[in-house]
């Protein structure tokens, strides 16, 4: 298809005669060569193509009413060339419908619905030209109706389709065979939309300021290569999405945007020599039922969340994806594993495991330096592994599990992380020799988990969070907890959690309460030694719960309130 498409950008036809010289519409305009003595306004669709025709408007315009066609081939028209024409103000600019070999030369459109729409036509080349200020710039294909053989060469688009939906934009492709080459994209809410389109091929395509940059959506076998994407503030740089399959991407430089690529739902791609950087929220970002992806010799660094991240929402396991030789945060290495590793003594920006049962992981440290908080240990669909002699600093998650139990965490140290340890949907895993400092939120936050163990765990200076917090978990034990100086709320959460014990807690200095037991979080029990010093209202602290056992405390002073803040109805005994 290539082939036919370089054929194209040369053609010009032969054997077409001079028809004639007009500065008025003309419907329908003779076959042969005609030419534009001057401006033309029209009160209607202006001109209308045979077959064997060719148009040079020799710079002068065409100015619509806003309501009708500025240039129109309708059904079986084939071998027109259109050049140098400046077409403003129509419902279409150029509309071609079940036509072909069309060549569009130096045509700038703007200020119309469409610039230029292609419907169910094949083998057409558009060069050097601009389409710009229109709802839709340039549209090729549209529902049921796809269009094949589409040459886009030296192409300019800005500021298309604002207002309206979010596939309104500058470039919509339904194509069979495809390239867009040297195109340049500002200001759309969408800037390339490739959809339900097969063997296309992109290189040289820079897009800034689009709300989205570039959509391949549910398309196979499309190339995108050389590509600059930046400032796609509401979505991502590049996005594939609803089963965009075999797609290459290489050599991208993608930054400023929200996300600087996303693949969601779209399986067996390869990225290659990706340069992805200050994105808003992640860099390299996966979701739903998104394996066998690829991604080479990359730097993904520098995103506000994370470098590489995956949809953690999701309970689709999509594991089945390959990183190697990608550079991150701090320019240190990123590393991904989908099956059983042994890895110690090194220091990442990233680990990511992924259904990778039974590992030993020893001996690392994450840093995302002084800069980020961004990046974490990820551990999706991992049981039965160990985690020992772990330092994390500087990260968004510090230490994150998902869907993952029985694992084994001992001697972890964290240090200036959003949240110092998260655990969803974990079940049986022991935490051991937790030493949590400098959380901008949470130190320790389990939500959705049944079983786990937490034992010898200290906590200081969490700065606007609670320091542990336990959600939704029922069935867990925790000794020998000491949470201190929480700066904004409390020290100890139990919310819709049940059945928990804890035995040996300290809770002080924290800026709220001390212990907070709230949203039915019943039959919890306390003992041990449980100290609840100098906290700013409540030591203990109840609301809509039932049943427990709370005899182990042995003080509740306050800072500004000397009492426990109780309702009798809602325990059994303190």
Sequence with gaps: YKLVLLFLLGLSFTNIGFSGNYNTCQNPLPSGTNTLSGNVSAAGHCFWFNSNTELDCKGYSINGPGNSFALLANINKNNVTIKNCIITSFQLGSYIDRSTNFIFDNITSYGSEYGLWLRDSSNITINNSETSFNNFGLFAGANSYTSSNIGVYNHIANSNGFGVSSRTGVIYFKVDSGIVNNVSINANPTGLYIDYSNNIEVNNLKLSGNLIGTVVSASNDVDLFNVNVSNSVLSSGIVLQLGTNNTNISNVNSFNNNYGIAVSDSSNNTFNNLNISNNLNIGFYTVGASNYNEIYNSNIYDNKNYDFGMDSLSIINQCDNILSNITGTNNLPIKYFNSSVSLSDEILAELFLCDADNSNINNISINSGSNFQNNAIMSFFVDNSNFTDIKINNTRWGLYFRNSSYNIIDNYNSFNNYIGSLSIYTTFTNFSNINVYNSSTNALLINFGENNRVINF?????????????????????????????????????????????????????????????????????????????????????????????????????????????????????
Excluded: C, P, Q, W
Excluded at 473 to 478: A, H, Q, R
Excluded at 483 to 497: A, I, P, Q, W
Excluded at 513 to 528: A, M, P, R, W
Excluded at 535 to 542: A, D, E, Q, R
């Design 458 to 574: 200290s906590s200081t200076l969490a700065v606007a969070g609670t320091s542990f917090e336990v959600r939704d978990s029922d069935n867990n034990y925790f000794e020998n907890i000491m949470v201190n100086d929480t700066k904004l709320y409390s020290g100890f959460y139990l919310m819709r959690s049940s059945s928990n014990i804890v035995k040996n807690l300290n809770s002080s200095f924290n800026f709220f309460n001390g212990v907070v037991i709230n949203n039915n979080s019943n039959n919890n029990v306390f003992l041990g030694n449980n100290n609840l010093f100098n906290n700013t209202i409540f030591g203990l602290s109840f609301a809509d719960s039932v049943g427990g056992n709370y005899s182990g405390f042995n003080s509740f002073n306050t800072g500004a309130v000397s009492y426990t803040h109780l309702r009798a109805h809602e325990t059994d005994s303190y």
